[in-house]
């Protein structure tokens, strides 16, 4: 891919041209967040679907019972429906992704939902339709309100919820995702988890959505399903069209509209070329990662939800590096029991066999958020009251998990991991109560790994700063360079209108994990690197040249990362890492870095553009 020609027409203004029809197309490059990755070449479809706008119609009094029972008859109606996506979309991507439409189930038996809905038709005399979208369109548009992303990923949830019922109210037309046919990409302002999942996928090749997040419920489902899809990219619906030609590059998170002959071409030759090198890659699978000269580097799987282990070992990795477990909270229609927890903790350890798994306490807050905390919006929510921070304040709950944690190590190795810890106190205590969960399992006479490892994610800079004095208190430690990056460079990782200054390649984060792993390797402590960036082949290169030997990465990173592991030698790694830290920024290190890293393996970046 010519990085100039891209440029040259990479624009995201509105473009009257696209859509007249005596000129040609213009070629048009919307950027958005890649959320799930593949590319796919098709056409547009564009979906506009919205709460219905109902208007207002008062009714008389003697027709108010039967708007009620019309509502109740609705209600009940988009229940069965609900169940039955369920467990549809339980058999297509596991049952924890499917735990979103039990959400949406208790959503439908909340009185705080249904209360409002049915007095507004008994006090206002209004029809069944106009009180419920009047209602589901006001809460949408409280959550949109607060500028925060992490109410806004509700925001489909609720739409979701009230296109259903309008469904069954009015029999409103179905959505026009049904007008898909072969080879269509939709574009759309947004789109909700049953949509997404219910996509037809003998048509549907992937999607693109103004709205959204990277932790919405639709990029979850995407992941699973692993449709090629892109969010955020806000100016879809302005110009785009039905019927336009598009690529969808979910690896760059890119919408290309009315691509040239020759852009399609590389394009399609890009894919053949990804393909063919996938193909290559599965015969890595059993082999090790394993440097030229003869170094190992381990290469372990991020998972949220404990199905994917399997994705994580048929792709080839050694186990599982980093369990988030918030996602037990951010799936579920309310808080995880203790047997929930156990569950699910369970199965990890029977999937893993014996292998690695780390399983991180819940890091909730900032962009993870619960239904309580949604009630108290944070005004700086990264800085705030989020993680082990949440989980020191909220005990009974940290408690919760910890004796589920702790009955699972029982059935085979589990390692703990603290997330964000900023202060040695926060680790002590985090370890205090660990300690007192297994005087009370004791005292049941349940069973426990009383010798289980309590490692700490170093995500903070003052925890990479202040190593030395966790090193002597912490079994293991895990670079989180997703959040060491923003913190120590102060760009929020979510907000793309300062992405361009987040980058892990700032000499300021090299110089960090260098002093990290120093530090560990003095000690003894077992490191290793679980942000997005160990899976980016140049990082990586980095990270092993800093003395990482264990880095843990999405499933579908692991492939690559392997055969590039497989193609250096950790003295290549070590020269360009320190030549890295003689740069004075970000972009010098980036340009070292494309250019030595590709020199390696080059068919892994099969001459795409760096942007
Ligand atoms: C990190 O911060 O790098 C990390 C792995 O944690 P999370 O992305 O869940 O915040
Ligand atoms: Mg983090």
């Given amino acids: 891919m010519k990085t100039s020609r891209r440029e040259a027409f990479a624009t995201s203004h509105y473009n009257p041209a696209v859509s007249t029809p005596t000129t040609p197309p213009t070629p048009q490059t919307i950027k958005g967040l890649p959320v799930s990755s593949g590319i796919v070449i098709g056409k547009v479809l564009v979906v506009d679907d919205d709460l219905r706008r109902v208007t207002r119609r008062v009714i008389p009094e003697s027709r108010v019972a039967t708007e009620r029972e019309r509502f109740e008859a609705a209600v009940a109606a988009s229940a069965g429906e609900i169940k039955v996506v369920h467990e549809q979309a339980a058999r297509d991507m596991g049952k924890e992704a499917a735990e979103i439409f039990r959400f949406h189930l208790g959503m439908l038996a909340d009185p705080s939902l249904l209360v409002p809905i049915k007095a507004m038709i008994e006090k206002e005399h209004v029809t069944a339709d106009y009180a419920a979208t009047h209602v589901l369109a006001n809460l949408a548009d409280r959550f949109r309100a607060t500028g925060n992303s992490v109410f806004a990923t509700k925001v489909n949830d609720i739409e979701d919820l009230g296109n259903r019922l309008m469904k069954h109210l009015v029999g409103a037309p179905s959505s026009r995702i049904s007008e898909a046919d072969e080879e269509t990409i939709i574009l759309a302002r947004d789109l909700t988890p049953s949509q997404t999942a219910s996509f037809d996928r003998s048509k549907i090749l992937g999607f693109a959505t103004d709205l959204g997040g990277m932790t919405s419920h639709t990029a979850i489902i995407a992941k699973a399903l692993e449709i090629p899809a892109v969010v955020g990219c806000k100016v879809l619906l302005r110009v785009a069209r039905d019927g336009m030609r598009v690529i969808l590059d979910g690896d760059k998170g890119a919408v290309i509209l009315n691509p040239d002959d020759a852009t399609i071409a590389e394009y399609r030759r890009y894919t053949e070329q990804r393909a063919l090198f996938r193909v290559s890659l599965a015969e890595l699978v059993d082999l090790p990662g394993v440097t030229t000269d003869g170094e190992a580097v381990h290469i372990l799987g991020n998972i949220e939800l404990p199905d994917e282990v399997a994705k994580v070992l048929q792709h080839g990795g050694e186990g599982v590096g980093l369990y988030r477990t918030e996602y037990l909270y951010l799936t579920g229609p309310r808080e995880p029991t203790e047997e929930d927890h156990y569950a699910a903790y369970k199965r990890c350890v029977e999937l893993c066999a014996g292998r690695e798994l780390t399983i991180r306490t819940v890091d909730l807050g900032a962009d993870k958020y619960t239904q309580a905390q949604e009630e108290i919006p944070e005004r700086n929510p990264f800085l705030g009251n989020r993680s082990i921070r949440y989980c020191l304040q909220h005990t009974p709950m940290f408690r919760r998990q910890l004796r589920a944690l702790l009955r699972a190590s029982a059935l085979g190795t589990i390692k703990m991991m603290f997330p964000l810890i900023s202060t040695i106190t926060e680790l002590r205590q985090a370890k205090f109560h660990v300690r007192e969960v297994m005087e009370d399992l004791a005292e049941e006479g349940l069973a426990f790994d009383k010798d289980i490892?309590?490692?700490?994610?170093?995500?903070?800079?003052?925890?990479?700063?202040?190593?030395?004095?966790?090193?002597?208190?912490?079994d293991f430690f895990s670079i989180g360079t997703n959040d060491l990056v923003q913190y120590t460079l102060a760009v929020d990782r979510i907000n793309e209108r300062v992405a361009h200054l987040y980058t892990p390649m700032h000499p300021a984060v090299l110089r960090l994990i260098r002093d990290v792993s120093r530090t560990a390797r003095r000690h003894?402590?077992?490191?290793?690197?679980?942000?997005?960036?160990?899976?980016?082949?140049?990082?990586?290169?980095?990270?092993?040249?800093?003395?990482?030997?264990?880095?843990?990465?999405?499933?579908?990173?692991?492939?690559?990362?392997?055969?590039?592991?497989?193609?250096?030698?950790?003295?290549?790694?070590?020269?360009?890492?320190?030549?890295?830290?003689?740069?004075d920024s970000g972009d010098q290190v980036a340009r070292l870095l494309r250019d030595r890293a590709r020199t390696f393996v080059p068919e892994a970046f099969d001459g795409r553009s760096a942007e």
């Fill in 524 to 583: 003894k402590t077992p490191i290793s690197c679980c942000g997005e960036s160990a899976g980016d082949l140049e990082f990586a290169m980095i990270l092993i040249g800093l003395g990482l030997r264990t880095l843990s990465v999405s499933s579908s990173s692991i492939p690559p990362l392997k055969r590039f592991i497989r193609s250096v030698s950790v003295q290549q790694c070590e020269r360009v890492a320190r030549q890295a830290l003689a740069l």
């Fill in 453 to 474: 490892k309590m490692g700490m994610m170093v995500e903070v800079p003052s925890a990479a700063i202040q190593a030395e004095a966790f090193a002597r208190e912490t």
